[in-house]
């Protein structure tokens, strides 16, 4: 009798069981590491300039690299210093007056530099917290915090407002995984940080430093031990899993997404099908 009900008690538990997915282990990747490296480039639109009786209108693209280096003590914190090295200036011609002078400004359009100096902005991370430290204004700031969870909003230390955590997923990238954060709208930036990498723009792009200039700001590779971890292409690799923060408006109404993150709008019944609130999943028969 006794096994007969032990049988029973396990074709039950059997039943009941749901089909579990595995999830990849995604362990925390710290963004301020020694020796850490980003390869980035700034493209300066339309630049005018004259050389000898040619006039010329040309997009200048500028390569460099920045590192972490060794520690140093500013007000009583420790921080990284951050060195950059300048690899490559190069010119695409748009525009020449006389036309015929652009075959003599070829020799001008592409310059190696190889110079590296000390930055003017330093690095250090402090639970999940990643600040900057302006050497001209003698201000830190926060740059991220991987700290936060879907729906949860950055704190006041940001130096662009009130901004949120729409949602967060996780990546592959490089045989790695890597949380990537989407922030609300704004405008003049790309809204995505990704854990231990920073922003495609460049680790010092995270908020309002995006400025809507005509310039462009690209984070190409990032390395660790002189190896690649991440390129300017995986910030945009399909999601592995997905977690959507709920969104609620002045009135407090709790915002319904589907699995897509699409909201629904106020006032229409959800159909059919699996959807997301207050972090959580549930069904609609």
């Not at 009583?76 to 090295?85: L, N, P, Q, R, V």
């Not at 748009?94 to 652009?102: D, F, L, S």
């Given at each position: 009798?006794?096994?007969?009900?032990?049988?029973?008690?396990?074709?039950?538990?059997?039943?009941?069981?749901?089909?579990?997915?595995?999830?990849?282990?995604?362990?925390?990747?710290?963004?301020?590491?020694?020796?850490?490296?980003?390869?980035?480039?700034?493209?300066?639109?339309?630049?005018?300039?004259?050389?000898?009786?040619?006039?010329?209108?040309?997009?200048?693209?500028?390569?460099?690299?920045?590192?972490?280096?060794?520690?140093?003590?500013?007000?009583?914190?420790?921080?990284?210093?951050?060195?950059?090295?300048?690899?490559?200036?190069?010119?695409?011609?748009?525009?020449?007056?006389?036309?015929?002078?652009?075959?003599?400004?070829?020799?001008?359009?592409?310059?190696?530099?190889?110079?590296?100096?000390?930055?003017?902005?330093?690095?250090?991370?402090?639970?999940?917290?990643?600040?900057?430290?302006?050497?001209?204004?003698?201000?830190?700031?926060?740059?991220?915090?991987?700290s936060l969870l879907a729906g949860e909003k950055i704190s006041n230390e940001f130096p662009l407002g009130e901004v949120q955590i729409s949602s967060i997923d996780t990546i592959a990238a490089q045989g790695q995984y890597f949380r990537r954060y989407h922030l609300g709208e704004n405008g003049g930036y790309e809204p995505l940080w990704v854990e231990g990498i920073g922003?495609?723009?460049?680790?010092?792009?995270?908020?309002?430093?995006?400025?809507?200039?005509?310039?462009?700001?690209?984070?190409?590779?990032?390395?660790?031990?002189?190896?690649?971890?991440?390129?300017?292409?995986?910030?945009?690799?399909?999601?592995?899993?997905?977690?959507?923060?709920?969104?609620?408006?002045?009135?407090?109404?709790?915002?319904?997404?589907?699995?897509?993150?699409?909201?629904?709008?106020?006032?229409?019944?959800?159909?059919?099908?699996?959807?997301?609130?207050?972090?959580?999943?549930?069904?609609?028969?």
């Amino acid at each position: 009798m006794k096994n007969k009900t032990t049988f029973l008690l396990i074709v039950l538990l059997l039943s009941g069981m749901k089909t579990i997915t595995a999830q990849p282990v995604v362990p925390y990747h710290p963004l301020v590491k020694d020796g850490k490296t980003w390869k980035c480039q700034i493209t300066k639109r339309m630049i005018p300039e004259k050389i000898g009786d040619v006039e010329a209108f040309y997009d200048q693209t500028t390569t460099f690299s920045l590192r972490v280096g060794e520690d140093t003590i500013i007000a009583g914190k420790s921080y990284k210093k951050i060195y950059e090295e300048m690899t490559a200036i190069d010119k695409q011609l748009i525009y020449t007056n006389p036309k015929e002078a652009a075959e003599e400004m070829e020799k001008y359009l592409h310059q190696d530099v190889g110079i590296t100096t000390l930055y003017d902005k330093f690095l250090r991370e402090e639970n999940k917290k990643v600040y900057a430290h302006n050497k001209s204004t003698d201000t830190e700031y926060l740059l991220y915090d991987f700290s936060l969870l879907a729906g949860e909003k950055i704190s006041n230390e940001f130096p662009l407002g009130e901004v949120q955590i729409s949602s967060i997923d996780t990546i592959a990238a490089q045989g790695q995984y890597f949380r990537r954060y989407h922030l609300g709208e704004n405008g003049g930036y790309e809204p995505l940080w990704v854990e231990g990498i920073g922003h495609p723009g460049g680790p010092f792009h995270s908020a309002n430093h995006m400025v809507n200039d005509g310039t462009l700001y690209v984070l190409l590779a990032c390395y660790e031990d002189g190896k690649c971890i991440f390129t300017k292409d995986d910030f945009y690799n399909p999601a592995v899993t997905s977690q959507i923060g709920v969104i609620k408006n002045a009135e407090s109404d709790v915002t319904t997404f589907d699995l897509q993150g699409r909201r629904i709008p106020e006032g229409m019944k959800p159909q059919r099908g699996v959807y997301i609130r207050e972090g959580k999943k549930f069904v609609v028969k």
